[in-house]
């Protein structure tokens, strides 16, 4: 992700309280300059040869690429599932004046 200095994280959290908790989180610590919290998502995947059905919240954790790292170092320490769904997005393209804001507002802003 070299060339692309921006990225989506996207993850999901089993509560509110742990979803809102993660958003600020990563906001607070500059590893993100915006998290957005989506309700109502519905998981199915195979856990321990079980099929689960899972109410979940969806995160999206918008960031600079370089934070990466740091920024997956911090889910899976706050986590509550040992296997923590962490997929990165790349973004290519978007508004300059977004995108200026979203570097200025995390920690690797500087580099």
């Known amino acids: 992700m070299d060339k692309i200095p921006f990225c989506v994280v996207m993850t999901t959290c089993p509560a509110l309280d742990q979803a809102k908790a993660m958003a600020k989180g990563v906001v607070e610590a500059k590893l ?3 998290a957005t919290v989506i309700p109502g998502a ?6 321990e040869g079980k099929l689960e059905e899972t109410p979940e919240f969806v ?3 918008k960031t600079r690429s370089r934070a990466l790292p740091s920024l997956m170092r911090h ?6 599932y040992s296997t923590p769904e962490i997929i990165v997005l790349p973004i290519a393209e ?10 200025a507002n ?6």
Do not use: N, P
């Open 94 to 103: 978007g508004d300059r004046s977004y995108l200026d804001w979203l570097g």
């Open 42 to 47: 519905m998981s199915f995947y195979f856990w």
């Open 32 to 34: 993100a300059g915006c």
């Open 106 to 111: 995390t920690v690797f802003s500087q580099r």
């Open 59 to 61: 995160l999206f954790i």
């Open 75 to 80: 889910i899976r320490e706050k986590h509550s």
